[in-house]
């Protein structure tokens, strides 16, 4: 498969591994809403910090859990941005991107789909970047959006389009779970009602099939009496028996006076829905015109260069997810990726590292909570609620000699504990009452942590000991048990023989400068 070769390729490809592990404070302060009592603690969250160092301490909490990502990193254009670095040299760009990418295939259920949205400079050296870590059999298409529709006379050729690539984990799955898209007026219109059926507006398609069927050759007699026979080359496109049944039911259709070939009615209300199609024009799914007015008539004038409208954020939504599921996006920008996500009642984490996360992304949400009427509210019906939590990057769980810090907390040390061990977030977001985290596969994983025992002394509760053993087996009785602590003061052949694998901490968990 072909490579991007830069000069700093496997270092960056590679980088995602060396980021240090940091915990997540909460800011009550810029938090908002009311969360319902049934919600998942993390239906809404916003983080302010680098996204890199974000989403690896988020991994723990959410790998393998986001039904969809988008994002819109900056293009590389050259172009002066406010809020971005938007003019990196080409190998700096891709020095960004690698890494990133890499952990946000961490992050995709089987069936979940991640869509970047991107213009030529970049868009076929991302293409091939994407082939590489997502895998070149699991992209599933090349979007093309129309985001302008007035001519640019100054231009050699006008720019009138971007570009969305779309990649999953496993297409036969994301084929079988996205969602089509509804009809259009356009196409609604070819659905009419001259007889007044009670059934609604309909239209008459094809009876006929290429090929020749000896079975489903058979002849059909009109209203008029007139004897219908396959075009030549052709067979009908049902047994005769079907047929009856369709037109015992008014299914079939000979036209106004009876006369015609006979072909089969589909009524509108029947239509599921269309596939979506790789070109979206900005009548579908808006231009940049009207993103940018969404995000003026929030912010003021020249808030953002480069906003997407609400209803192309809609548009991807629809398709890859359900009310629900989770969104991810780690260049959250002006926020449209989480207001769209809120109002169409998907739980959502954006990410962020200016200080617009709280000018305007924070700004924002509490709009969309408060019942914020524009872009896509109107055709959802959207009038408020719900809540998020803001959030920044904690302290580093590691010193400068590896060591970790006191001050990170159980609960967070637990995730990247379990982690570690299952490649699965914990399962639930709060860290169990006591050291036993749970059972994987057949084994208990322990954590013996921050006087989770009880013991406040320098060592206590965190060391391996028989009655500490005996404690931890109330919890799990038989089977596998591994337990994460500062020491063990058992003999190897007393841990074999307790069926008990000791992992010293913090030299036995990754992430360790």
């Known amino acids: 498969m072909p490579q991007l070769h830069w000069l700093t390729r496997e ?6 591994a060396r980021v240090p592990l940091r915990t997540l404070r909460e800011e009550p302060a810029l938090s908002h809403g009311a969360p319902a009592p049934d919600s998942a603690p993390d239906a809404g969250l916003l983080v302010q910090g680098d996204n890199l160092q974000a989403l690896r301490a988020l991994l723990p909490f959410h790998a393998g859990r986001v039904r969809c990502i988008y994002i819109d990193p900056p293009y590389n254009t050259g172009s002066a941005f406010a809020h971005y670095d938007d003019g990196l040299e080409h190998a700096t760009w891709l020095a960004l991107m690698a890494p990133r990418l890499r952990l946000l295939r961490e992050f995709l259920t089987e069936d979940g789909s991640i869509w970047v949205s991107i213009d ?6 991302l293409k091939v970047l994407m082939d590489e870590i997502f895998g070149r ?14 001519r640019e006379n100054n231009a050699a050729i006008g720019d009138v389009h971007e570009h969305i690539l779309v990649y999953s984990p496993d297409p036969e799955l994301f084929k079988k779970s996205r969602n089509r898209i509804q009809a259009d007026a356009k196409i609604s219109r070819a659905y009419q009602n001259p007889n007044d059926d009670p059934r609604g507006p309909w239209q008459s398609i094809s009876f006929t099939g290429a090929g020749l069927r000896a079975n489903m050759e058979y002849p059909i007699e009109g209203p008029d009496g007139t004897i219908h026979r396959p075009p030549s080359g052709r067979h009908w496109a049902m047994l005769e028996p079907e047929y ?7 299914r079939i259709w000979f036209g106004r006076n009876g006369s015609g070939v006979p072909r089969v009615i589909r009524y509108l209300s029947e239509v599921e829905g269309l596939v979506p199609w790789s070109w979206w024009p900005h009548e579908e799914v808006g231009h940049t015109g009207e993103a940018k007015q969404e995000v003026n008539t929030l912010f003021g004038a020249d808030s953002f260069d480069t906003p997407k409208p609400e209803r192309l954020l809609q548009r991807i939504l629809h398709i890859a997810t359900n009310p629900g599921d989770l969104v991810l996006d780690s260049f959250l920008g002006s926020g449209t990726t989480a207001a769209v996500a809120h109002k169409m009642g998907r739980r959502w984490i954006g990410i962020e590292m200016g200080d617009h996360a709280r000018t305007h992304c924070a700004l924002r949400l509490r709009r969309v909570i408060d019942g914020e009427g524009g872009g896509i509210s109107p055709a959802v019906g959207w009038q408020g609620g719900g809540a998020f939590r803001f959030c920044t990057l904690g302290p580093a769980v590691y010193d400068a000699d590896g060591r970790i810090d006191p001050a990170v907390r159980y609960a967070d040390l637990a995730a990247h504990v379990w982690l570690a061990e299952t490649r699965t977030p914990l399962p639930s977001s709060d860290a169990p009452p006591g050291p036993v985290l749970g059972h994987h596969g057949g084994r208990a994983i322990a954590l013996l942590y921050n006087g989770i025992l009880k013991d406040r002394s320098p060592q206590g509760g965190n060391v391996l000991t028989h009655d500490v053993l005996k404690l931890l087996r109330e919890a799990a009785p038989s089977g596998p048990l591994t337990v994460y602590g500062a020491a063990c003061r058992l003999s190897a052949p007393a841990l074999k023989a307790r069926d008990v694998t000791f992992r010293q901490t913090p030299f036995d968990l990754p992430g360790r400068p």
């Open 244 to 250: 009856h049944r369709l037109r015992a039911n008014g």
């Open 11 to 16: 270092a960056d490809l590679a980088a995602h």
């Open 137 to 150: 059999r699991n992209f599933i298409a090349n979007l093309t959006w129309q985001k302008r529709y007035s």
């Open 120 to 125: 030529d400079r970049e868009g076929h050296y």
